[in-house]
């Protein structure tokens, strides 16, 4: 199949979008939110595009760190960047206060990062706390857009805003159907943050578009999404992060793989048989974790194998993944109740009265009404 060309918002840039006057002449000082991910088509890093154009002061780093070599959740400190001999500021944990505010001593600050298109994705969150100190501070913000990575489907639930929190911070779907800059332009209008907020949109994307169709290199977004194929089963099995099964996390297959050393594989299989799963086959599988959960011990598992997109569902798919292996299972347990009510946005799974199948079937009414309130945001066509 032939690749889509696509440019992403840093290489339109570079063709001259337009941006806020303020930072027009080379002396303008600008700020860069950014990673690994935040290249042209050809790896060059945006900062060194930035630096050419402006007088690049800072970066700022998100979860995993500028140079994505931090785990998930791990610490992120300030530093001085060797390679660029900038400063690194850290927005994540709890001291990224101190690097928002030194963003009142830029006169802009842009974003370049690759999203995954989950809810619980922790990049646009830091995009958008930035967006908030910016606002407060008269600071224009540049949204360097960035190609879908599992296309702009929303599906799954919406988030309760009492389940707020740095996992799931807004009423978004699961899958939320955006691009980082179609977030930033929903999420600057409906939180009235009031942010001077510019997106430059990528050339040659559509609405159904994976990251893998189009002509790009592929870099992944944070250690634990390898794939695209991963990154389309996280909206659904990230739902496995407060429970004592392992999501794959410290295999090849992150997300992909599911397990435990008790978990009865063969009997889970047959009742999801019984179930609808488009788009998605199931096989048992055996595996070692050599990091996370179940460290060096052999987990007995089950590897989804997408074999259509287009119809697979992976908040549904993992939802009765779930709730079979509850079901069957004496030893599976929510290690983190609290922390898997934020994941899915209320506190209904963790319910010893959930019911999986008359959960899913409520869902399309509320995304229906989801679609509408971000439609006006989009910025490419179906």
Same mark, same amino acid.
């Given at each position: 199949?032939?690749?889509?060309v696509?440019? &992403?918002?840093?290489?339109?840039?570079?063709s001259g979008?337009p %941006?806020?006057k303020?930072?027009a002449a080379k002396?303008?000082r600008?700020?860069l939110?950014t990673?690994p +991910?935040?290249v042209? @088509?050809?790896l060059?890093p945006?900062?060194?595009?930035l630096?050419?154009?402006?007088t690049?002061?800072?970066?700022?780093?998100p979860e995993h $760190?500028?140079? =994505?070599?931090?785990?998930? $959740? $791990?610490?992120?400190?300030?530093?001085?960047?060797?390679?660029t001999?900038l400063?690194?500021?850290? +927005?994540?944990?709890p001291g990224k $206060?101190?690097?928002?505010?030194?963003m009142a001593?830029?006169d802009c600050?842009?974003?370049?990062?690759q999203d995954?298109?989950a /809810?619980y994705?922790?990049y646009?969150?830091?995009?958008?706390?930035s967006?908030?100190?910016c606002?407060?501070?008269?600071?224009?913000f540049?949204v360097l857009?960035? @190609? &879908?990575m599992?296309g702009?489907?929303?599906?799954?639930n919406? #988030?309760s805003?009492?389940?707020?929190?740095?996992?799931?911070k807004y009423a978004t779907?699961?899958?939320t =159907? %955006?691009t980082i800059?179609?977030?930033a332009?929903?999420?600057n209008?409906?939180?009235?943050?009031?942010c001077?907020l +510019?997106?430059?949109?990528?050339?040659?994307?559509?609405?159904? #578009?994976?990251?893998?169709?189009?002509?790009l290199?592929?870099v &992944?977004p944070?250690p634990?999404?390898?794939?695209?194929?991963?990154?389309l089963?996280? &909206?659904? +099995?990230?739902?496995?992060e407060?429970t004592n099964?392992?999501d794959g996390?410290g295999?090849?297959? @992150?997300?992909e793989?599911i397990?435990?050393?008790?978990?009865?594989?063969?009997?889970?299989?047959?009742?999801l048989?019984l179930?609808p799963?488009?788009?998605?086959?199931?096989r048992e599988?055996?595996?070692?974790p050599?990091?996370?959960?179940? /460290?060096?011990e052999?987990?007995?598992?089950i590897q989804?194998?997408?074999t259509d997109?287009?119809?697979?569902? !992976?908040?549904?798919?993992?939802l009765?993944? %779930?709730c079979v292996?509850?079901a069957q299972?004496?030893?599976f347990a929510?290690?983190? !109740?609290?922390?898997?009510s934020? %994941?899915f946005?209320s506190d209904?799974?963790v319910?010893a009265s959930?019911?999986c199948?008359?959960?899913i079937s409520?869902l399309?009414? !509320?995304?229906?009404e989801? /679609?509408?309130k971000?439609? !006006?945001?989009?910025?490419?066509?179906?």
């Amino acid at each position: 199949m032939k690749k889509a060309v696509v440019s &992403p918002g840093a290489e339109v840039l570079l063709s001259g979008a337009p %941006l806020p006057k303020s930072i027009a002449a080379k002396a303008a000082r600008v700020g860069l939110i950014t990673n690994p +991910t935040g290249v042209l @088509p050809n790896l060059r890093p945006t900062f060194d595009v930035l630096a050419e154009l402006y007088t690049l002061a800072a970066l700022f780093s998100p979860e995993h $760190g500028v140079r =994505g070599d931090v785990d998930a $959740g $791990g610490d992120v400190p300030d530093y001085v960047d060797e390679a660029t001999g900038l400063p690194v500021y850290s +927005t994540y944990g709890p001291g990224k $206060g101190a690097a928002f505010r030194r963003m009142a001593e830029l006169d802009c600050v842009f974003f370049d990062m690759q999203d995954v298109g989950a /809810r619980y994705y922790t990049y646009q969150y830091t995009m958008t706390e930035s967006m908030e100190a910016c606002a407060a501070f008269g600071v224009p913000f540049v949204v360097l857009d960035r @190609p &879908p990575m599992i296309g702009c489907i929303p599906q799954g639930n919406i #988030l309760s805003p009492a389940f707020s929190s740095f996992v799931g911070k807004y009423a978004t779907a699961a899958r939320t =159907g %955006l691009t980082i800059g179609e977030f930033a332009r929903f999420i600057n209008e409906t939180e009235r943050i009031g942010c001077a907020l +510019t997106v430059v949109p990528c050339a040659g994307v559509t609405r159904g #578009l994976y990251y893998d169709e189009a002509a790009l290199p592929f870099v &992944p977004p944070s250690p634990a999404i390898p794939t695209v194929d991963c990154a389309l089963v996280y &909206p659904g +099995t990230c739902l496995l992060e407060g429970t004592n099964l392992s999501d794959g996390r410290g295999t090849a297959k @992150p997300f992909e793989m599911i397990g435990a050393p008790w978990l009865r594989v063969r009997d889970a299989i047959h009742a999801l048989s019984l179930l609808p799963h488009e788009g998605c086959l199931f096989r048992e599988t055996f595996y070692t974790p050599y990091s996370a959960k179940f /460290r060096g011990e052999r987990c007995r598992g089950i590897q989804i194998h997408i074999t259509d997109r287009a119809a697979f569902r !992976p908040f549904e798919t993992a939802l009765r993944l %779930l709730c079979v292996i509850r079901a069957q299972n004496p030893e599976f347990a929510y290690a983190d !109740p609290e922390f898997e009510s934020k %994941l899915f946005g209320s506190d209904a799974l963790v319910s010893a009265s959930f019911d999986c199948e008359r959960y899913i079937s409520a869902l399309d009414a !509320p995304l229906a009404e989801y /679609r509408k309130k971000i439609e !006006p945001f989009y910025l490419y066509e179906s």
